[in-house]
């Protein structure tokens, strides 16, 4: 009888770990911006999770952390933007130490809000995602961010005529 036993609890035991290993969604609180790509959210009193935001192509800043001084502005935007709130936070895959993902906050993605800013281009090597290139196109359009340098090319404004103006229906009811 104590075998069965045993081998139930260890059953129940592993279950129970595997479930919250693979846990794909999290609540929580920014605790810290660590690279312009990296957040550690705290997710509980004790606990935090590392994630990496997918998506944008952050080249070189990646890699770089937020006590360097040209990366801090951007590290400092990242910690106004989600403050104190409570986000929410996907997990699409994890290795070791990281989660990979996304953070919502406010009703946004914060991948799309990167993008749509300006702050960086899509990550279209490994990404596919219509919204991301859809807040891409926004940007590149409204000379945001690292598009500002396009304002007043004729070709720029040609490529986004049909993406600004207005459609017929919009035209009719005003």
């Known amino acids: ?22 846990k794909t969604s999290y609540r929580g609180k920014l605790l810290r911006v660590v690279t312009p790509s ?10 935090f999770i590392q994630i990496q935001i997918l998506g944008p192509d952050y080249m070189t800043d990646s890699k770089r952390v937020c006590t360097e001084e040209d990366i801090k ?3 400092e935007r990242l910690q106004k933007l989600l403050g104190e709130q409570d986000i ?22 914060l991948s799309s809000t990167m993008i749509s800013e300006g702050w960086y281009r899509v990550d279209n090597k ?28 004729h070709e720029v404004i040609s490529n986004c005529l049909l993406y ?7 035209l009719s009811t005003s």
Not at 1 to 18: G, R
Not at 164 to 170: A, C, E, K, M, Q
């Open 1 to 22: 009888m104590s075998q069965h036993l045993k081998i139930l609890a260890a059953f129940f035991l592993v279950c129970f770990a595997n479930s919250a290993i693979s």
């Open 38 to 47: 990296t957040l550690d959210i705290q997710i509980s009193e004790t606990n």
């Open 73 to 75: 502005t951007k590290c």
């Open 88 to 109: 929410g936070v996907t997990i699409e895959k994890r290795d070791d130490k990281v989660m990979y993902g996304d953070i919502v906050y406010k009703g946004k993605l």
């Open 126 to 153: 490994m990404y596919s995602a219509a919204y991301l290139f859809d807040a891409e196109r926004e940007a590149f359009c409204k000379y945001r961010g690292v598009w500002a340098k396009n304002k007043g090319r």
């Open 164 to 170: 600004t103006s207005p459609s017929p229906r919009d």
